[in-house]
């Protein structure tokens, strides 16, 4: 008879296996889990280091002024109005797209019949994956024409209002059309983060509530409001991290201008930190711009990662409290 | 983020009580009053679009928007009294924002569609931009070189992205380590990075300092960066998605941890996880910032990814629009509509494999 061996006696416990094998694909799997931390760390780095020289030939004033000359001795470069121009554009969206998205979820999750929704979920899916260079093309071409004869209208009624006025009488290149664009673009991340965070409220809540005799707006503004609170915060803000760092769709429809334009939103004229870099980096004139442009980019980054994490921080609270 | 599961008996359970939902039963009152009220503001409108010459901007918002919504109320208020009235602005308004959006995204389209399919023909999908300059009339020169320029570098991009991606979402649901949370964490935070931000980068490390030239491996890398997020999510949802007894029932019979992953958890995810490769390439294929600060541009075919500029269609897109020749913008069109039907098509992938996927 043929002795066979005993097999080898293993650990099964499911957290370390003592298994050569297991260790080396447990070492490659967790290293390139790290990617993530490692890229965002190198941009820190990399474009963190591209700042300091800015900073130390600028000081503060590359974050405070408004000029912006890499042909005078010394260059200047100040990017305050482009910041500014970026949460300028930024508010514009919001009180664009965050009423309309959170009303067409509404309608999606609580009005429309099954069949229809499935479609609109698909229909706001495709939308979110237009290109944002169409987006731009579009407005050009498209938008521009209808949004110029909505801001003189604007203007011809409410331009007694600081907000619409317009002096120049003309009404392309501003921070309206811009903020529309990025609206567009925001409404389906934004539509389809409320639309689970809404269609999430328990069935029974909402039976019980309508039998106890709210009508949908009770039902919306005590229940299912209420409940995803926190989601519908976290995706608001997930569309104004993309709203901030868009450049392409913006680069289209808005005059970059370096002087702060405070609040005439269809006078021609803004500002917006990506599509400066953008703009900019074709013709920069050599090293010193280019990194002031890298310089723009780190706070930039800075900014966008901020609100990024804000937003998840805030949808996954809610997220714990719920389940 | 976590979805909660129903369980189908219970589903089904609800519906039953659906059916009997007495307080959503409709009169015929009822009936009769909505019915008016969506009727004649759109009648009365309509009358004023055709006989004056209110500008439409001003007779949609302030004419007829608030003609709706008094109509609306006043039906709601005749059949339910006050309460209703609020219930019934908001159906108006979520209405009205639906119509909103689907216009956009109809115009959008259409515009898309209706100017680009006059720059289309054989030479357009197949010939690249030498000796074309913006004035060069239609029927020459095309995006055959941008379309080539984008499979390549979104080839170059998976092949980082891609396993990368995947190996993340191993981590998180087959490894499950101590530094779960945090990579979780850090995946979200990277997919909130800037388009622009992740050309400078690569523009910083590797072109800047002269490891790389402007090239399409630059650009890939680049693209790598925005992809990876996607993928990594989404297929920690998908292998999130397959049960634990396959694996438990893999480890009870004797294999090691690293071939329950590769032999049984990853085969039986396969088609979530290409749907989530996909879901990444159709995330950065129309990304243009990146284009133009690590790929810049090139008018000739390139098939080298490593020694010289290309060409993408988003940067072929850009370097159209706002041309002041006709034939040019024409041709932004039509590349758009060939990025266009590029993501559609990837998208409907997408869609085909989930169903599948559900179907099972």
């Known amino acids: ?323 | 983020m976590t979805t909660t599961l129903f369980d189908n008996s219970r589903v089904s359970e609800l519906r039953l009580q659906q059916a009997a939902l007495p307080w959503r039963r409709r009169t015929a009152n009822f009936r009769v009053a909505v019915a008016i009220a969506v009727i004649v503001p759109p009648v009365i409108v309509g009358l004023l679009w055709f006989l004056t010459s209110i500008p439409k901007p001003i007779l949609m918002l302030v004419i007829y928007l608030p003609l709706q919504l008094i109509a609306s109320a006043i039906a709601a208020w005749s059949q339910r009294g006050t309460k209703a009235v609020l219930d019934s602005a908001i159906i108006v308004c979520a209405i009205g924002a639906t119509i909103f959006s689907f216009v956009i995204l109809i115009s959008v389209l259409w515009s898309i569609v209706s100017n680009g399919v006059h720059a289309l023909s054989w030479a357009f999908l197949f010939q690249n931009n030498v000796y074309i300059s913006p004035s060069t009339p239609l029927g020459y020169g095309g995006v055959g070189n941008a379309i080539l320029g984008t499979i390549m570098v979104v080839v170059i991009a998976s092949l980082f992205a891609v396993p990368l991606g995947i190996a993340t979402a191993v981590y998180i649901t087959e490894v499950r380590g101590k530094a779960v949370p945090y990579v979780r964490f850090f995946v979200q935070a990277m997919s909130g990075v800037p388009s622009v931000v992740a050309g400078l980068f690569i523009l910083t490390v590797f072109i800047l300092t002269g490891v790389l030239q402007s090239s399409g491996f630059a650009a890939g890398l680049a693209y790598a960066i925005l992809m990876l997020p996607t993928v990594a999510r989404t297929a920690e949802e998908v292998l999130k998605l397959i049960p634990d007894d396959l694996r438990t029932g893999a480890l009870a019979l004797g294999s090691t941890r690293a071939r329950v992953v590769m032999k049984v958890v990853l085969p039986a995810a396969k088609t979530g996880l290409i749907t989530a490769a996909i879901l990444g390439i159709a995330r950065v294929v129309g990304e243009t910032a990146p284009l133009l600060l690590t790929a810049l541009s090139n008018d000739q075919t390139v098939l080298n990814p490593f020694n010289q500029p290309i060409t993408a269609l988003p940067a072929y897109i850009f370097s159209n629009v706002a041309q002041p020749y006709p034939d040019a913008v024409t041709r932004a069109w039509g590349a758009a509509l060939v990025l266009v039907i590029l993501v559609a098509i990837l998208f409907t992938i997408t869609r085909v494999l989930t169903a599948k996927r559900v179907r099972r």
């Not at chain 1, 004869?149 to 309206?176: A, H, I, M, R, V």
């Open chain 1, 1 to 323: 008879m043929v002795q066979t061996a005993p097999p080898e006696v293993r650990d099964l416990s499911s957290s370390v296996s003592s298994h050569k094998g297991d260790r080396v694909f447990n070492r490659v799997i967790t290293g390139a889990a790290f990617t993530a931390l490692i890229v965002l760390a190198g941009i820190t780095v990399f474009l963190g280091a591209q700042t300091v020289p800015v900073l130390h030939s600028q000081g503060l004033s590359f974050l405070t002024t408004t000029v912006w000359n890499p042909t005078a001795t010394p260059a200047q470069y100040g990017i305050l109005g482009m910041l500014y121009g970026s949460l300028l554009l930024a508010v514009i969206a919001l009180v664009i797209a965050v009423p309309a998205s959170l009303l067409l979820s509404v309608f999606m999750v609580f009005m429309a019949p099954k069949k229809v929704a499935t479609v609109m979920t698909n229909v706001v899916d495709l939308m979110a994956a237009i290109p944002s260079v169409i987006l731009g093309l579009w407005a050009f071409y498209v938008l521009n024409p209808a949004a110029v004869e909505w801001q003189k209208l604007l203007n011809q009624y409410l331009g007694w209002f600081p907000l619409f006025k317009n002096d120049s009488g003309n009404f392309l290149g501003t921070p309206f059309i811009a903020g529309f664009v990025l609206a567009v673009m925001m409404i389906p991340i934004v539509t389809s983060v409320t639309r689970e965070v809404l269609g999430r409220t328990p069935p029974e809540l909402i039976n019980a509530s309508e039998a106890l005799g709210c009508s949908m707006w009770t039902m919306l503004r005590y229940v299912a409001i209420p409940f995803g609170r926190g989601g519908i915060v976290g995706g608001i803000m997930l569309g104004l991290g993309r709203a901030l760092g868009e450049t392409i769709a913006v680069f289209f429809v808005l005059k970059l201008v370096f002087n702060i334009n405070f609040f005439h939103i269809i006078q021609s004229g803004g500002g917006s930190v990506a599509t400066l870099i953008v703009s900019q980096f074709g013709e920069s004139s050599g090293n010193p711009e280019t990194q002031a442009l890298l310089a723009a980019g780190f706070f930039l980054f800075a900014g966008t990662l901020l609100v990024n994490i804000l937003a998840n921080l805030i949808v996954r609270r809610t997220g714990r409290i719920q389940s």
